[in-house]
């Protein structure tokens, strides 16, 4: 009986379903499948079903901790059950307290450098344009976060990578996270001001912590969810802006090839 159970326990099994034929041929031992579905049933029961909406506050709080400073175990768990109402949930949250921070601190510099005569009438129009900020703001974030998730599931999979679009979308959005450190940064900048050594040095030094956290947070999550290999996540993440760049340098080629084929003195009639 026990020989038979440790044959069993050692016996190949093939995952993958209909939904999911790009793991038709992959295959694992039986107590890898058992730890599969029990990691599973272990994101479900923390994230919900995929696209679900967060269950209490205490769950939200270990996502935001987890993703945060237990990354790779993390976007484990989000490749696995992917909690995309989750990540909407950030990404409102975050981009509407950017947005009214973000504000207040343009209107501080607006202040700062317009004379006093017509502030009022300024302030004014400012205040009113608030909720068209935000609206605009949000829609434009939820372009860039679709349009970006898109492009580095669209790159993954041409570089042979498995994983769901929906595990992508959720990863990119909660990659957002480290974002919330502009938050304090814009209040700062609102109470003292722009120009100030001390805030134009905080704000470069928390740039550059955002960016290199979120493209960390962003390869960390691309290899769980597709499979990949740490090399290709890096370059599939820069991909957009690589490709952005070389479209930029051929369009600028041209143009400067199109110029310097011009003969030397040509005339333009309605422009001299």
Known sequence: MIEDLSDRSSEKVQIGTDADPSK???WITADESISAEDDLATSKSKWGP???????????????????????????????????GVAFIVVTIISILS?????????????????????AQILTV???????????????????WFGFSAALHLFAGLLGGGGAAAGVFAAVGLANLPSILFIPVNLLIYMMGEGKVIVTVLSGVTGLIVVVWTAILLVIGLKQVHGLTTGWSVLIVFSPFLTLAV???????????????????????GLF
């Open 24 to 26: 038709r041929n992959t």
């Open 50 to 84: 995929p696209g679900g909406i967060i269950q209490t506050g205490q769950v939200f709080l270990e996502l935001f901790y987890g993703v945060l400073f237990k990354p790779v175990k993390t976007m484990e768990s989000v490749a696995l059950c992917p909690p995309v």
């Open 99 to 119: 947005l009214v921070t973000g504000y207040f601190a343009v209107s501080q510099l607006f202040t700062a450098n317009l004379p006093g005569g017509g502030l």
């Open 126 to 144: 400012l205040s009113d344009l608030l909720p068209y900020w935000v609206v605009f703001g949000l829609l434009w974030g939820y372009l860039k």
């Open 247 to 269: 479209l930029a340098i051929f369009m600028f080629v041209v143009l400067v090839g199109t110029i310097g084929s011009q003969p030397v003195g040509i005339y333009h009639h």
